[in-house]
Nanobody, 122 residues
Framework: QVQLVESGGGLVHPGASLTLSCATSGLTFYTHVVGWFRQAPEKERQFVAAMGPTDGDTFYGNALNGRATMSRDNIKNTAYLQMNNLQVEDTAVYYC???????????????WGQGTQVTVSS
């Protein structure tokens, strides 16, 4: 059974940094692209970032506007999303997903985590 479990969310003040983790099990991690998405209340899901299986190729969306850095550890089967200078508008549930890409950066995400809440408030 494939599982993706996000962690590292929480309540922070504007300007703070957070690093989210996505721990996976049950899939061949090093063959899958991992992506991060977010969804704020009453808004559509936004793409944040994705990283290829082994070459470190990373594609970022506009959601965090250059304030995100994605990484992965293929030994620990875990991906990370470091977010800096968080703002109130970054408040959302952050999800990780795993999938296969036949034409990068297009990815067919077949597996999703349950999400971790990030709340930015003064």
């Amino acid at each position: 059974q494939v599982q993706l479990v996000e962690s590292g969310g929480g309540l922070v003040h504007p300007g703070a940094s957070l690093t989210l983790s996505c721990a996976t099990s049950g899939l061949t991690f090093y063959t899958h692209v991992v992506g991060w998405f977010r969804q704020a209340p009453e808004k559509e899901r936004q793409f944040v970032a994705a990283m290829g299986p082994t070459d470190g190729d990373t594609f970022y969306g506009n959601a965090l506007n250059g304030r995100a850095t994605m990484s992965r550890d293929n030994i620990k089967n875990t991906a990370y999303l470091q977010m800096n200078n968080l703002q109130v508008e970054d408040t959302a549930v952050y999800y990780c997903a795993a999938g296969i890409s036949e034409k990068w950066p297009l990815v067919d995400y077949g597996y999703w985590g349950q999400g971790t809440q990030v709340t930015v408030s003064s």
